[in-house]
């Protein structure tokens, strides 16, 4: 049972232009979200989060957006640059536990 | 900047082998984790500790992985014997305590043959 979802498996963007990646999640008991950003062959880096009190974050040319009513939250990426392109897991963690339950990724392409 | 050490980065090794990955979290982080990740598919948690204790290890496969952390510091995964199907990317992670960001590893990727 995927309780975080992303159902686009790749995005393709032109450099400089907004990079949109969706997550959804069915648990309403989620209250801290997580993104991570993967290099192949390499461990997940941290890039940014959000707390289900808040619905807007922002780091830097990141931003992430959290819809609780809709159980859906999106990372913005503006402007995108070829070092972006990666695969992007989104992340969420329960309140009532300590788990962390992770989405399928995105593969993100910058094309220059 | 502190970081999440593995060794080896890669291991090949045929079934029925046994093989052992090593972790060695950010100082200070009392939290330690294991994952799986399948490609395509996001981690896969198979064991957490708190300090030295396990926390979680309700997905890890127990009649071939084993996994310890001794001294609440760094930790070892064994997988014996190995199967063709655990060729994947194992990840450690950690953090300062439970249920906060987590710090990932470079991981090892394990073929097995």
Not at chain 1, 49 to 74: C, P, Q, Y
Not at chain 2, 82 to 91: Q, T, V
Request: charge should be negative.
């Amino acid at each position: 049972d995927q309780q975080v979802k992303q159902n686009s498996p790749s995005l393709s963007v032109q450099e400089g232009r907004i990079s949109i990646l969706n997550c959804d999640y069915t648990n309403s008991m989620f209250d801290y979200f997580l993104w991570y950003k993967k290099y192949p062959a390499e461990g997940p880096t941290f890039l940014i989060s959000i707390s289900s009190i808040k619905d807007k974050n922002e780091d830097g040319r990141f931003t992430v957006f959290l819809n609780k009513s809709a159980k859906h939250l999106s990372l913005h990426i503006v402007p995108s640059q070829p070092g972006d392109s990666a695969v992007y897991f989104c992340a969420a963690i329960l309140s009532t536990g300590n788990q962390f339950y992770f989405g399928t990724g995105t593969s993100l392409t910058v094309i220059p | 900047e502190a970081e999440v050490a593995q060794s080896p980065r890669y291991k090949i090794t045929e079934k029925s082998q046994a093989v052992a990955f090593w972790c060695d979290p950010i100082s200070g982080h009392a939290t330690l984790y294991w994952y799986r990740q399948i490609l395509g598919q996001g981690p896969e948690l198979l064991v957490q500790f708190q300090d030295e204790s396990v926390v979680d290890d309700s997905q890890l496969p127990k009649d071939r992985f084993s996994a310890e952390r001794l001294k609440g510091v760094d930790s070892t995964l064994k997988i014996q014997p190995a199967e063709l199907g655990d060729s994947a990317m194992y990840l450690c992670a950690s953090s300062l305590f439970s249920g906060v960001t987590q710090y990932f590893g470079p991981g090892t990727r394990l073929l097995v043959l």
